[in-house]
């Protein structure tokens, strides 16, 4: 189940254009890894994912599972769940049929989605269609998805953003357990320092155009870890003091967005 | 109570529509315009002892085929331009042609290749309907969410499941909408064709009614038609897009 994952992209050029979007990008991830990419924006993380996903073929490099490469063929060798920003589900689709639509169909399948579905505290609305669901439980839904068919490789992009601060508290805290069970290797790509911290095992700190890993930051606490807790704040002051040509503008526009996990929210975050 | 109200309007104006026209028979008093009463009577002599039924059957069976001739057809060519440029670059311009050539130059044409069989019937209707199939199916399929079909890509879901779970359902109301005026179109056209070049069917038996200047059986006729294409409205159109659009909130 656990994969180890090597990235390689040599020159990623944004298609009909000369601009370099990701240039000398190299990554790993030990099996079972939990990965945060953080970058300003424009510094090539949502392009990294989809190069990984193989939904995004045109560029010179290479990506290997296990030293194997990863598309081959037009065929992808390896389970991969994505979370995508939105959670993308099929409008005519019911919850349930949107997460037997990503299994192959064995005795297990339901009883799988079912499981999953109550550990995340949907177990009701499996017959519902997406619209009559809140933002909140579409992305759990979404999150589910990911996990439902056991992947070896778990993509993020940016799952959490625009949420209000409990539910994307609750979110991550699902995400963990879930991840627990399965231990998939994560690329989790984030503008968020704190957010990358309170989950990773290792950040990776990307530039922005060209993209490429400028800093690699090992996070040793143990989990669980929240966001607002006072250890992660220090880790994150830390780094800023360390760092500050580095991260200012990344945290600038943490600032700016809306997503408003800043401690002050601690009291809010309940169930 | 505003349904209730709406609907005893619709009965009102019915009633009213079939009391002005028996009023006018009366006062005309001639064969030319014949009483909904004796219209309705010869409805019911042709529906027990007449040929009604068989005419409506056969007629009932051509549309029925070539809709889903034109259906299938100008679905999958509608697909095909939608996703693929040089397609679309090379076919549009016939498009627009075949979007207007007359439909009885149509029929007169393949009555004339074909000969006068069930072959050249259908195909002279299919072909008709064909382009505007395309033309609305074109739409849809250049509409497609790029990102749900990614969502099926990464997962790789299998090309059936995805065109049937994935695609497909983006296509739906487009895929309504060429079916509402589709049907619509080809029950006159399948009229024609049978006018011009069949030995059954209603539209050949309007035909008849029309050398004898029959004009209680042609409105009798038109009565049972109209009837047959509201049945078919109610117990299939409406429930089918019921049922495809119910995930809507």
Same mark, same amino acid.
């Given at each position: 189940?656990?994969?180890?994952?090597?990235?390689?992209?040599?020159?990623?050029?944004?298609?009909?254009?000369?601009?370099?979007?990701?240039?000398?990008?190299?990554?790993?991830?030990?099996?079972?890894?939990?990965?945060?990419?953080?970058?300003?924006?424009?510094?090539?993380?949502?392009?990294?994912?989809?190069?990984?996903?193989?939904?995004?073929?045109?560029?010179?490099? +290479?990506?290997?599972?296990?030293?194997?490469?990863?598309?081959? +063929?037009?065929?992808?060798?390896?389970?991969?769940?994505?979370?995508?920003?939105?959670?993308?589900?099929?409008?005519?689709?019911?919850?349930?049929?949107?997460?037997?639509?990503?299994?192959?169909?064995?005795?297990?399948?339901?009883?799988?989605?079912?499981?999953?579905?109550?550990?995340?505290?949907?177990?009701?609305?499996?017959?519902?269609?997406?619209?009559?669901?809140?933002?909140?439980?579409?992305?759990?839904?979404?999150?589910?998805?990911?996990?439902?068919?056991?992947?070896?490789?778990?993509?993020?992009?940016?799952?959490?953003?625009?949420?209000?601060?409990?539910?994307?508290?609750?979110?991550?805290?699902?995400?963990?357990?879930?991840?627990?069970?399965?231990?998939?290797?994560?690329?989790?790509?984030?503008?968020?320092?704190?957010?990358?911290?309170?989950?990773?095992?290792?950040?990776?700190?990307?530039?922005?155009?060209?993209?490429?890993?400028?800093?690699?930051?090992?996070?040793?606490?143990?989990?669980?870890?929240?966001?607002?807790?006072?250890?992660?704040?220090?880790?994150?002051?830390?780094?800023?003091?360390?760092?500050?040509?580095?991260?200012?503008?990344?945290?600038?526009?943490?600032?700016?967005?809306?997503?408003?996990?800043?401690?002050?929210?601690?009291?809010?975050?309940?169930? | 109570?505003?349904?209730?109200?709406?609907?005893?309007?619709?009965?009102?104006?019915? *009633?009213?529509?079939?009391?002005?026209?028996?009023?006018?028979?009366?006062?005309?008093?001639?064969?030319?315009?014949?009483?909904?009463?004796?219209?309705?009577?010869?409805?019911?002599?042709?529906?027990?002892?007449?040929?009604?039924?068989?005419?409506?059957?056969?007629?009932?069976?051509?549309?029925?085929?070539?809709? *889903?001739?034109?259906?299938?057809?100008?679905?999958?060519?509608?697909?095909?331009?939608?996703?693929?440029?040089?397609?679309?670059?090379?076919?549009?311009?016939?498009?627009?042609?075949?979007?207007?050539?007359?439909?009885?130059?149509?029929?007169?044409?393949?009555?004339?290749?074909?000969?006068?069989?069930?072959?050249?019937?259908?195909?002279?209707?299919?072909?008709?309907?064909?382009?505007?199939?395309?033309?609305?199916?074109?739409?849809?399929?250049?509409?497609?969410?790029?990102?749900?079909?990614?969502?099926?890509?990464?997962?790789?879901?299998?090309?059936?499941?995805?065109?049937?779970?994935?695609?497909?359902?983006?296509?739906?109301?487009?895929?309504?909408?060429?079916?509402?005026?589709?049907?619509?179109?080809?029950?006159?056209?399948?009229?024609?064709?049978?006018?011009?070049?069949?030995?059954?069917?209603?539209?050949?038996?309007?035909?008849?009614?029309?050398?004898?200047?029959?004009?209680?059986?042609?409105?009798?006729?038109?009565?049972?038609?109209?009837?047959?294409?509201?049945?078919?409205?109610?117990?299939?159109?409406?429930?089918?897009?019921?049922?495809?659009?119910?995930?809507?909130?």
């Amino acid at each position: 189940m656990k994969t180890s994952l090597e990235v390689n992209i040599r020159r990623k050029i944004f298609p009909g254009t000369d601009v370099v979007a990701v240039e000398e990008l190299m990554l790993t991830a030990l099996p079972g890894e939990f990965v945060a990419i953080v970058g300003p924006s424009g510094a090539g993380k949502s392009t990294l994912l989809n190069i990984v996903a193989g939904l995004d073929r045109e560029m010179d490099g +290479d990506v290997q599972v296990d030293g194997q490469p990863l598309h081959a +063929d037009g065929l992808i060798s390896a389970r991969i769940g994505f979370v995508f920003q939105e959670p993308r589900l099929m409008p005519w689709l019911t919850v349930m049929d949107n997460l037997m639509l990503v299994l192959v169909k064995s005795t297990d399948s339901v009883e799988r989605v079912r499981h999953l579905l109550r550990e995340v505290g949907l177990a009701d609305i499996e017959q519902s269609f997406p619209n009559q669901l809140s933002g909140g439980m579409q992305r759990r839904v979404s999150l589910v998805r990911a996990f439902v068919m056991r992947p070896e490789l778990l993509l993020m992009d940016e799952p959490f953003l625009s949420l209000d601060a409990p539910t994307a508290a609750r979110l991550r805290r699902l995400l963990l357990t879930l991840w627990g069970e399965l231990h998939p290797t994560v690329l989790f790509v984030t503008h968020h320092l704190r957010e990358a911290l309170a989950l990773a095992d290792r950040v990776l700190f990307l530039s922005s155009s060209p993209g490429r890993v400028v800093l690699e930051v090992s996070v040793q606490l143990p989990r669980p870890r929240e966001l607002e807790e006072a250890r992660i704040g220090e880790l994150h002051d830390r780094l800023l003091a360390q760092y500050p040509d580095l991260l200012s503008g990344l945290v600038e526009e943490e600032m700016r967005s809306a997503s408003g996990i800043t401690p002050s929210d601690n009291h809010l975050v309940s169930n | 109570m505003l349904r209730s109200r709406e609907s005893w309007l619709r009965g009102l104006s019915l *009633l009213g529509f079939l009391l002005v026209w028996q009023l006018a028979a009366m006062a005309v008093n001639k064969p030319l315009l014949p009483a909904p009463t004796l219209v309705l009577s010869s409805l019911w002599n042709e529906l027990t002892g007449g040929s009604l039924l068989y005419h409506l059957g056969i007629t009932l069976a051509r549309v029925a085929v070539s809709f *889903l001739i034109a259906m299938a057809l100008g679905t999958a060519l509608g697909i095909v331009m939608g996703r693929y440029r040089d397609v679309d670059a090379a076919l549009d311009s016939l498009l627009v042609l075949a979007l207007n050539i007359p439909a009885l130059v149509t029929i007169i044409l393949c009555y004339i290749w074909f000969g006068l069989t069930e072959t050249a019937a259908v195909t002279a209707v299919a072909l008709n309907k064909i382009p505007t199939v395309v033309v609305t199916v074109r739409e849809g399929a250049r509409a497609v969410d790029r990102q749900l079909m990614e969502v099926a890509g990464v997962y790789r879901v299998s090309t059936w499941r995805t065109f049937v779970q994935v695609y497909l359902p983006q296509l739906y109301p487009y895929l309504m909408a060429a079916a509402r005026s589709g049907l619509a179109l080809i029950w006159k056209i399948v009229l024609v064709v049978e006018l011009l070049g069949r030995s059954n069917g209603v539209g050949f038996q309007l035909g008849t009614f029309f050398q004898f200047f029959d004009i209680t059986g042609i409105l009798a006729y038109t009565f049972a038609f109209a009837a047959v294409v509201l049945v078919v409205e109610a117990i299939l159109m409406r429930p089918l897009e019921r049922r495809l659009t119910r995930w809507r909130p």
